[in-house]
């Protein structure tokens, strides 16, 4: 028996590269060092097989284990938690193989393994990581299914034998997915941890921030709107306000605070035609829903509002993929007054930083007041002092806007921004820095927009008192391609370019790209938002508004799918039957005894019925049928026989069904009658 629960060799190797590909995309977010033991201990594993080196002995693996365990305590501060877990998870399941021997051991770590991918929907939700579980899945179950044979059957029967059992969960999943009732919150009911944010934008301003993260492709959010599309100037997406600066890095509130300050929301005016459309927002670290300008608070969602600085936020970070259906009013006006608090910290400068600068506005402010006066004069600076806008301007020091304005001239679109909001505040002008996006490019397949992390923009707002607040471009005055264009197309006409990955620097990648694209905007709009408005809406339309009918209908569905899958796993089982020579000779066995009162019990396995069995008969029936069973159960569960011994088992059992009969009479008791249980 200890040899049959032995694991052979065979089996080990293809376990092992199930173990790789399962655990793999985790590499991709926990510390290198875990992915780097990880693999390890995989490869160490099949060669160990290969050339049967003795496994660790119980020390060695106590040692690893704990070891693993201050690995993970030292690099996350914790061991549990969904990222400190998952990080434990996967290091147990590697060193597990460490002691696996037997097919105990193989089961354990294929349960594992089905957990395991579990842990990656908590991460990532994405279309590809849903297509690279299902083939996990399904290589797990194919290594189930040769657990349980006698005698291998080949990969390909069982890859097909796994591919049939998940076609048959199939219907089965679709109905849970389209009838439980959803709950408000991520899609798997967990939230994300904030490391699991895909989105680089930052609630913060330095020089060189939005440069690095403009070389980035990743989708920020799509649009679709419902009608009349905006222009490309003023496709403008806010985000973050920055009120504070300490003359280098800009922050949305007082860094002493910690928080933002309690203010009521922005005032905004309607005025002019109004832009309907669907922003689809990637996982992020924010709570920012990067509207475009702008959107009255009027218009927006429940639990949605505008902060003071115009910008539309949610109630909690915004870590999975989500949907609001929104309305801008382009030409609105932003603001009514501004007083008190407010006013304070649009004039906030540090006192003594820049002294440049601050000369520079101050001669400005002495030939003129007017706001939009002061604010062209800066930008005819930026125009005609030879600034140049550079994916890769020089260091600043700690001055950095005097270094910027005097001596270097050359900045992206954070330094012009930065630099613009220090010269009007400087010249009395109220003034803030704005964080976001501009722009949008048009999908090649479907109708809607995406804008991309390399659409991360930074631009300026003054306060007028007849006006409100009035958006400021300064990158337009130096690069207005980027503005009218796109960044790509800015940076061509200054003979510079963006580190592009390969498949963008390709056709071929534009027009996979694009329908990649596509597919994933279906996979957020129908999969990952599917939350309980979206299905009430969609049950509405057949009738099932309601949660009664809803679970009535669950209800039904469930236990008609469940009476078909019983009726084709019993007609598999009938059809098994009849190509198993084993197999049909022992239900021949089991009839004749049924008939006689010892019918088999539905929840009795071979063993317990013989068992049952055989305190009931005596003489040559009881030979007969210990001949029989004994046969029955060596060809089906305790060795791999091969198709002569199968043979030759199946002739014993054939030549046991006919001795019984010409014993039954003496040997077996009529139905209803007792007999003394034998000695035998």
Not at 227 to 250: F, H
Not at 432 to 451: M, N
Request: proline share 6%.
């Amino acid at each position: 028996m200890a040899e049959a629960m032995a694991l052979p060799r065979e089996r080990l190797l293809r376990l092992l590269p199930v173990v790789a590909i399962v655990l793999a995309p985790h590499a991709l977010h926990l510390p290198p060092w875990i992915g780097l033991v990880v693999g390890t201990l995989i490869i160490w594993r099949g060669v160990a097989a290969q050339r049967a080196w003795p496994l660790p002995g119980r020390w060695v693996r106590v040692a690893l284990t704990i070891a693993g365990f201050a690995g993970v305590w030292l690099s996350f501060g914790r061991s549990s938690g969904q990222v400190a877990g998952t990080a434990m998870l996967t290091l147990m399941i590697a060193l597990k193989l460490t002691e696996l021997q037997d097919r105990r051991g193989e089961m354990v770590v294929l349960l594992l393994l089905y957990f395991t991918l579990f842990t990656h929907f908590l991460r990532d939700q994405a279309l590809w990581t849903v297509l690279w579980m299902l083939v996990a899945v399904l290589l797990i179950t194919a290594l189930l299914i040769d657990g349980q044979r006698l005698q291998r059957a080949g990969w390909r029967a069982d890859l097909s034998g796994a591919g049939r059992l998940l076609l048959l969960a199939l219907p089965l999943m679709l109905v849970l997915w389209v009838l439980f009732p959803r709950i408000s919150g991520p899609l798997w009911g967990t939230p994300g941890a904030s490391d699991s944010a895909r989105t680089g934008m930052s609630d913060t301003m330095s020089p060189g921030d939005i440069a690095s993260l403009i070389q980035s492709d990743a989708v920020a959010f799509r649009v679709s709107f419902e009608g009349a599309v905006p222009d490309k100037q003023e496709r403008y997406w806010r985000g973050p306000v920055l009120w504070y600066t300490d003359g280098r890095t800009w922050y949305p509130h007082r860094r002493s605070l910690g928080a933002p300050e309690r203010d009521a929301s922005a005032s905004l005016v309607p005025e002019g035609p109004a832009i309907d459309y669907r922003l689809t927002l990637e996982p992020q670290t924010l709570s920012y829903i990067f509207a475009l300008d702008y959107a009255p608070p009027g218009t927006l969602p429940a639990p949605l509002h505008l902060d003071a600085g115009g910008a539309v936020r949610s109630a909690s970070v915004l870590n999975t993929t989500t949907f609001f259906d929104l309305r801008a009013y382009p030409a609105a006006r932003l603001g009514s007054s501004l007083e008190g608090s407010l006013r304070e910290r649009a004039l906030q400068l540090p006192a003594n930083a820049n002294p440049r600068s601050r000369a520079l506005a101050a001669d400005w402010r002495r030939q003129t007041r007017q706001p939009m006066a002061l604010a062209q004069r800066a930008l005819a600076y930026f125009r005609n002092e030879g600034f140049i806008y550079t994916l890769s301007p020089p260091l600043l020091g700690t001055d950095s806007v005097d270094a910027f304005l005097f001596e270097s001239r050359r900045g992206f679109c954070e330094h012009f921004a930065g630099s613009f909001v220090t010269l009007m505040r400087a010249a009395g002008v109220p003034a803030r820095v704005v964080l976001g996006y501009q722009g949008a490019e048009r999908s090649q397949v479907g109708d809607y927009y995406i804008v991309r992390q390399s659409d991360a923009h930074a631009w300026a707002e003054i306060w007028d008192e007849r006006a409100g607040w009035l958006r400021i471009d300064p990158t337009a005055a130096v690069a207005p391609d980027r503005i009218e264009f796109n960044l790509d197309t800015a940076l061509e006409q200054r003979g510079e370019q963006r580190a592009l990955p390969w498949a963008g620097q390709w056709a071929i990648g534009d027009w996979i790209g694009a329908r990649w694209d596509f597919l994933n905007m279906q996979w957020d709009r129908w999969i990952l938002a599917y939350g309980p408005e979206l299905q009430r809406a969609l049950l509405s339309r057949i009738g099932l508004g309601d949660w009664q009918r809803m679970l009535f209908a669950l209800t039904a569905l469930i236990a008609l799918m469940m009476a078909i899958i019983a009726a084709l796993a019993i007609r598999a089982n009938l059809r098994e039957v009849r190509r198993d020579p084993l197999a049909r000779e022992w239900q021949r066995i089991c009839c004749r005894l049924a008939r006689s009162g010892l019918a088999p019990e539905p929840q009795e396995g071979p063993l317990d019925y013989a068992g049952r069995v055989r305190g009931h008969l005596q003489g040559e029936a009881l030979r007969a049928f210990n001949d029989a069973a004994d046969a029955y159960i060596r060809g089906r569960y305790l060795a791999a026989a091969d198709a002569d011994a199968l043979l030759v088992l199946q002739t014993r059992m054939a030549a046991a069904r006919r001795r019984m009969p010409m014993v039954f009479a003496a040997g077996l008791p009529h139905p209803g009658r007792a007999v003394p249980p034998s000695s035998s």
